[in-house]
């Protein structure tokens, strides 16, 4: 880790802009940024996730809770990658959790949030997350559920798995990435993992209301996945049928593949045409919905 780099990349990331690729900074910036002006505290880098934690204006008891829910959650997104090395995909990587006390562009009511940048000195994964005590009472999620602690876990596990897709198709020689994929598939998977790796409930209950919407209204996605109506809903359900029926180590070939055009991959991974797959989504839905 170049500590001029990082604190580089977190100043920028505070104050809402994005570095350019390949352009680290000639001299070594302040080691303790701060954003806007708000008090910065750190807490020891997570032996589980790999992630080190900063709050930015947050009390500890925030900057511990989320610490302890990545900290439960990350064996179970490290086994889902086993396939692909499991902990061992971030060696090369840094990965920071920024939680936030007060609402930004970059952690929200609604959402959270992931960046990546690569450069010459190493790769880093930089994580949103708004302070549990930070949300408003009364909120609800895209599928209507209350924003609560269980809802606050599914969103920083979407993050975390946003970065570990990112580096899945990241180390390879050459192929395509994740940011090339429909959005269906790069969110739909991130928040597949989310939901599937995070909690009891929403492997349960909020992936089900997800597969439940595809039900009532069909028409939210359309041939060949020309439309898919809200990538954050139907692409989880998308992604649950994709498990059902290639299952996950066939999907980690897919994000390793070499080709360079995402339908191209899946044509040699998974043996399907994008028209091909819409036919076999359409019989999984009548089979999943009973019609």
Known sequence: ?????????MLCACAGTTPAPQAPPAAPAPAAPACAGATMQKIAADSVSGCAFF???????????????LESAAPKVHDYFKPMGGRALQREATCIVLVWGAETEKAGQTHGGAETWVAAKGYLGLIHHLAPSAFEPGGRTLAGEPRDDTSHQRVLVHEYAAFLLDLATRNKAAGWRLQSAPEWFSQGYKEYLGATLSTEHARKVTLDLYRASTCTEPARITTDFDKVTNVYMDGPTLLMFMHDEFGAERL????????????SAVRATLAVSRHDLFTRWLAWRVRRCGR
């Open 1 to 9: 880790m170049k500590r001029g780099w990082l604190a580089a990349f």
């Open 55 to 69: 709050g930015v204006a947050a009390s500890t008891q925030d900057l511990e809770q989320v610490r302890g829910w």
């Open 252 to 263: 980690m070939r897919l994000l390793a593949s070499p080709e360079t055009e995402f339908w």
